[in-house]
């Protein structure tokens, strides 16, 4: 059992530090990339990114609409004395079908800028550096099972402590990094969600009450040592 346990904490601290290798180069590389793009010229580029969607009108009240309405309303949209918005974007035409009417909508997402694409990339890298500082923690972890005599000793738990404490900040960052990378594409802005990562978060609370299981192992273990 002890032999398992160090093989599979050996394989898991080389996986993890592989891991954390590959980080370290995608954090470099994307950090490298933010200060390039931010420091460009802002006038290098500008673009105009536009989204377009198509929406499906059917049923028994379409199917009542007087002939040639809907050719008359898509040619009013065209002439521009007729305006329709879906989510904030205008229609653009209306188009009748077997099924009923389609409605195609378009309106610009964002504006791109050098400037903006950069500090999208470097909270993308602040993300990666929440997982360097994770997996670093569960490296610790795994050449504590490496090198124990026991799961249940004192080492185990202070290391997993320490894993279940890096878990916190990707935990609470993770959610609100994404959404400020995303504002910073979209709009430019500095929209922050303050959110939790559910399954990080029931992962923590998993970390803990294992915790408080493996110190009662530990203490059972003294225990056993104390009366050999």
């Given at each position: 059992?002890?032999?398992?346990?160090?093989?599979?904490?050996?394989?898991?601290?080389?996986?993890?530090?592989?891991?954390?290798?590959?980080?370290?180069?995608?954090?470099?590389?994307?950090?490298?990339?933010?200060?390039?793009?931010?420091?460009?010229?802002?006038?290098?580029?500008?673009?105009?990114?536009?989204?377009?969607?198509?929406?499906?009108?059917?049923?028994?009240?379409?199917?009542?609409?007087?002939?040639?309405?809907?050719?008359?309303?898509?040619?009013?949209?065209?002439?521009?004395?007729?305006?329709?918005?879906?989510?904030?974007?205008?229609?653009?035409?209306?188009?009748?079908?077997?099924?009923?009417?389609?409605?195609?909508?378009?309106?610009?997402?964002?504006?791109?800028?050098?400037?903006?694409?950069?500090?999208?990339?470097?909270?993308?890298?602040?993300?990666?550096?929440?997982?360097?500082?994770?997996?670093?923690?569960?490296?610790?972890?795994?050449?504590?099972?490496?090198?124990?005599?026991?799961?249940?000793?004192n080492g185990v738990v202070k290391a997993m402590t320490g894993f279940a404490i890096s878990l916190i900040p990707y935990t609470v960052?993770?959610?609100?990094?994404?959404?400020?990378?995303?504002?910073?594409?979209?709009?430019?802005?500095?929209?922050?969600?303050?959110?939790?990562?559910?399954?990080?978060?029931?992962?923590?609370?998993?970390?803990?009450?294992?915790?408080?299981?493996?110190?009662?192992?530990?203490?059972?273990?003294?225990?056993?040592?104390?009366?050999?």
């Open positions: 059992m002890k032999r398992r346990i160090n093989v599979l904490g050996k394989i898991c601290r080389i996986i993890s530090m592989i891991l954390i290798v590959c980080l370290i180069i995608g954090v470099s590389a994307t950090l490298t990339a933010s200060v390039v793009l931010m420091v460009m010229p802002q006038d290098g580029l500008q673009a105009d990114v536009t989204g377009s969607a198509k929406v499906e009108v059917y049923g028994s009240l379409i199917e009542k609409l007087p002939d040639g309405i809907v050719k008359n309303i898509a040619q009013s949209i065209q002439e521009g004395s007729t305006k329709i918005r879906i989510n904030s974007n205008d229609v653009s035409g209306i188009t009748e079908t077997e099924n009923g009417i389609v409605l195609d909508a378009s309106g610009d997402i964002s504006h791109l800028t050098f400037r903006r694409i950069g500090l999208s990339l470097l909270m993308v890298s602040f993300i990666i550096g929440l997982l360097i500082y994770l997996f670093i923690m569960l490296r610790k972890l795994m050449r504590e099972f490496e090198i124990c005599d026991s799961p249940f000793s960052l993770k959610p609100a990094l994404t959404k400020l990378a995303g504002s910073f594409i979209t709009s430019g802005n500095f929209d922050i969600d303050f959110s939790l990562d559910l399954s990080m978060a029931f992962a923590a609370l998993v970390i803990i009450l294992l915790i408080f299981i493996f110190k009662y192992g530990a203490s059972l273990q003294k225990e056993s040592d104390e009366t050999l």
